[in-house]
């Protein structure tokens, strides 16, 4: 048993449930009784996939919080008694909600099969009621909590008498309730030969026998003959709690397409063909209109880049997860999708991007110059403004991230940056119209850029190294670079704008390695220097060794707009 169980176990009050929370009892008790309730949540609603609305619910800032950590609690216990059933059992029917799990380990189930058959559940959050979420938590043998806790992990999850979706403990809870469902339902499967599980509310079925038991499903006849839950099924999801939506029930043959939580799974586990179709759809329109859209009904829908970027980073999880050639980036061989993927990735970040974007050598400098723009955003209206005690920047940071070094081949350093110089006109190739935002790439004057200004070099026609008196050079389309300022001959990085005093600020009793990425014995790193001394001390750090910095940042975008202006004049 879990620590954090058996501390869940052993509290009485809200007082024990609020120290196992981290807050004190005090907001907890604001949080549930004192705030009045109609300022807990705010609702919205959003478009279903097929058709219709779903009502959304969720919490306020303090009570998302207190419920977070509620779910983080309860996931814990989750994990550790999951752990314990499949020694014995070896199945987990849930994937829906939990870490290491996902529609691609719930679809892999059922790849393959003779038959495939889809349920759902009718109102899965709403039919999880305040008595029902009580009782698991005071009479759940894995549980069996003290009444008042109870009561208050229950007021904690629920609003207007149900979990309310967008909640983040309403997930968890729902898959403890459900629990007892997946039980009865995984024996109905063992006991005719088919293999179960449930995401959240959508449930499978299948088999590889020659004919699907009808205690799970059965055919109805009539002018549109229909596949629904069997008697045996229905009952026992009854029995449960829950109830069938007969709407949402089908039977999937092997010679049709099967899919299980919107995956193909036939043979492999696949998107549907019209789904990357769409996604192919979308990126042509943005590469050559400046909007992706989709067509609905003949009306044309605009369509959100982050919308599209959650469209092929789906696909591109999905089709890797099988295994097979892992393909570099950049790579000719690479599938269709990955290099959509990385044309995607392209243009938002250097083409289409709403803002001139400052590309650097690592994420600590992003942190170093975004600190400076805001401590000394009175002089730099142009990059930064001002409103009360916001900062809002007017340029955007790349973002390193794993999309960025599997895809683009953007994982920080030099190296990438160089490649990036040599093949920035190749990949914006083919993109309509002209780049309305410059991409701002700074460069350290040291040994380990001395290739990347041999590149530039190359690409000017004239020698540079960045100690010359340019305080920017226009390299290429809409790209720029920056040196960091420094004196002819003497190597300068980005830290060296920092006096004295700030690069001697000690942390846990150690000094900063401006030449370290990790942490050593005596000494801190990059990383940390960026984060808990920099960010951390800003108001009291000069940064006035970064005014030239951004005085060329400045500069360079103002030079760009000329360019723009002078070309579409």
Same mark, same amino acid.
């Given at each position: 048993?879990?620590?954090?169980?058996?501390?869940?176990?052993?509290?009485?009050?809200?007082?024990?449930?609020?120290?196992?929370?981290? !807050?004190?009892?005090?907001?907890?008790?604001?949080?549930?009784?004192?705030?009045?309730?109609?300022?807990?949540?705010?609702?919205?609603?959003?478009?279903?996939?097929?058709?219709?609305?779903?009502?959304?619910?969720?919490?306020?800032?303090?009570?998302?919080?207190?419920?977070?950590?509620?779910?983080?609690?309860?996931?814990?216990?989750?994990?550790?008694?999951?752990?314990?059933?499949?020694?014995?059992?070896?199945?987990?029917?849930?994937?829906?909600?939990?870490?290491?799990?996902?529609?691609?380990?719930?679809?892999?189930?059922?790849?393959?099969?003779?038959?495939?058959?889809?349920?759902?559940?009718?109102?899965?959050?709403?039919?999880?009621?305040?008595?029902?979420?009580?009782?698991?938590? +005071?009479?759940?043998?894995?549980?069996?909590? =003290?009444?008042?806790?109870?009561?208050?992990?229950?007021?904690?999850?629920?609003?207007?008498?149900?979990?309310?979706?967008?909640?983040?403990?309403?997930? $968890?809870?729902?898959?403890?309730?459900?629990?007892?469902?997946?039980?009865? *339902?995984? @024996?109905?499967?063992?006991?005719?030969?088919?293999?179960?599980?449930?995401?959240?509310?959508?449930?499978?079925?299948?088999?590889?026998?020659?004919?699907?038991?009808?205690?799970?499903?059965?055919?109805?006849?009539?002018?549109?003959?229909?596949?629904?839950?069997?008697?045996?099924?229905?009952?026992?999801?009854?029995?449960?709690?829950?109830?069938?939506?007969?709407? %949402?029930?089908?039977?999937?043959?092997?010679?049709?397409?099967?899919?299980?939580?919107?995956?193909? $799974?036939?043979? %492999?586990?696949?998107?549907?063909?019209?789904?990357? @179709?769409?996604?192919?759809?979308?990126?042509?329109?943005?590469?050559?209109?400046?909007?992706?859209?989709?067509?609905?009904?003949?009306?044309?829908?605009?369509?959100?880049?982050?919308? !599209?970027?959650?469209?092929?980073?789906?696909?591109?999880?999905?089709?890797?997860?099988? #295994?097979?050639?892992?393909?570099?980036?950049?790579?000719?061989?690479?599938?269709? =999708?990955?290099?959509?993927?990385?044309?995607? +990735?392209? &243009?938002?970040?250097?083409?289409?991007?709403?803002?001139?974007?400052?590309?650097?050598?690592?994420?600590?400098?992003?942190?170093?110059?975004?600190?400076?723009?805001?401590?000394?955003?009175?002089?730099?209206?142009?990059?930064?403004? $001002?409103?009360?005690?916001?900062?809002?920047?007017?340029?955007?940071?790349?973002?390193?991230?794993?999309?960025?070094?599997?895809?683009?081949?953007?994982?920080?350093?030099? #190296?990438?940056? @160089?490649?990036?110089?040599?093949?920035?006109?190749?990949?914006?190739?083919?993109?309509?119209?002209?780049?309305?935002?410059?991409?701002?790439? $700074?460069?350290?004057?040291?040994?380990?850029?001395?290739?990347?200004?041999?590149?530039?070099?190359?690409?000017? #026609?004239?020698?540079?190294?960045?100690?010359?008196?340019?305080?920017? &050079?226009?390299?290429?389309?809409?790209?720029?670079?920056?040196?960091?300022?420094?004196?002819?001959?003497?190597?300068?990085?980005?830290?060296? *704008?920092?006096?004295?005093?700030?690069?001697?600020?000690?942390?846990?009793?150690? !000094?900063?390695?401006?030449?370290?990425?990790?942490?050593?014995?005596?000494?801190?790193?990059?990383?940390?220097?960026?984060?808990?001394?920099?960010?951390?001390?800003? =108001?009291?750090?000069?940064?006035?060794?970064?005014?030239?910095?951004?005085?060329?940042?400045?500069?360079?975008?103002?030079?760009?707009?000329?360019?723009?202006?002078?070309?579409?004049?």
């Amino acid at each position: 048993m879990s620590f954090e169980l058996v501390a869940l176990k052993n509290a009485v009050d809200l007082t024990d449930v609020a120290v196992l929370l981290g !807050v004190k009892p005090k907001d907890l008790s604001y949080a549930l009784y004192i705030q009045p309730s109609s300022a807990k949540y705010r609702a919205f609603e959003i478009p279903k996939k097929g058709g219709g609305f779903r009502l959304i619910t969720a919490p306020e800032p303090r009570l998302r919080s207190i419920q977070r950590r509620l779910a983080d609690l309860l996931l814990t216990i989750q994990q550790e008694l999951e752990v314990q059933r499949t020694k014995s059992k070896g199945i987990v029917a849930a994937h829906g909600f939990k870490k290491s799990l996902s529609i691609i380990t719930n679809a892999r189930c059922h790849r393959g099969k003779s038959f495939v058959f889809n349920g759902d559940l009718k109102d899965f959050f709403p039919s999880m009621n305040f008595g029902r979420v009580y009782g698991f938590f +005071l009479k759940n043998r894995d549980f069996e909590l =003290h009444p008042k806790v109870a009561t208050v992990l229950a007021q904690i999850a629920c609003f207007e008498n149900r979990l309310p979706q967008g909640s983040p403990c309403s997930p $968890v809870i729902s898959n403890f309730i459900a629990g007892i469902l997946d039980r009865h *339902l995984s @024996k109905l499967a063992a006991e005719n030969r088919c293999t179960y599980t449930r995401y959240a509310d959508d449930l499978t079925f299948s088999t590889n026998e020659a004919i699907f038991p009808e205690q799970v499903a059965r055919l109805v006849r009539g002018a549109n003959d229909k596949w629904v839950a069997g008697y045996e099924l229905a009952g026992r999801v009854a029995r449960s709690g829950f109830q069938i939506n007969e709407l %949402k029930t089908r039977l999937q043959y092997r010679n049709s397409r099967q899919d299980v939580t919107g995956l193909v $799974v036939n043979e %492999k586990l696949n998107v549907p063909s019209e789904y990357y @179709k769409l996604a192919r759809a979308m990126c042509h329109h943005l590469f050559k209109d400046g909007t992706a859209f989709r067509t609905i009904d003949g009306i044309k829908i605009p369509v959100s880049d982050e919308r !599209v970027r959650g469209i092929l980073s789906h696909i591109h999880h999905v089709r890797t997860s099988q #295994g097979g050639p892992k393909h570099p980036p950049g790579d000719p061989k690479a599938p269709g =999708h990955q290099k959509l993927y990385r044309r995607f +990735l392209d &243009y938002v970040s250097f083409f289409g991007h709403q803002q001139p974007t400052i590309i650097c050598e690592g994420k600590t400098d992003n942190v170093y110059i975004k600190t400076a723009m805001q401590m000394l955003a009175p002089k730099f209206p142009d990059l930064v403004e $001002v409103a009360g005690n916001k900062f809002d920047l007017k340029v955007k940071f790349f973002k390193y991230g794993r999309a960025s070094a599997q895809i683009q081949n953007l994982g920080g350093g030099s #190296g990438a940056l @160089k490649t990036l110089l040599m093949e920035y006109e190749k990949r914006l190739k083919g993109f309509a119209g002209t780049a309305s935002q410059p991409v701002i790439m $700074v460069l350290d004057v040291d040994k380990g850029t001395t290739q990347i200004w041999s590149e530039i070099s190359k690409i000017l #026609g004239t020698a540079v190294a960045g100690h010359g008196p340019d305080p920017f &050079y226009h390299v290429r389309n809409n790209l720029y670079v920056v040196p960091i300022p420094a004196k002819p001959g003497v190597e300068t990085c980005i830290e060296d *704008l920092f006096d004295a005093k700030t690069l001697a600020i000690p942390h846990d009793g150690k !000094v900063f390695d401006k030449e370290s990425d990790k942490d050593k014995p005596g000494t801190y790193s990059k990383n940390t220097f960026a984060n808990q001394v920099v960010r951390e001390n800003r =108001h009291s750090i000069d940064f006035s060794g970064f005014e030239p910095l951004l005085e060329a940042i400045n500069a360079a975008i103002k030079n760009y707009s000329t360019k723009v202006a002078a070309m579409t004049a």
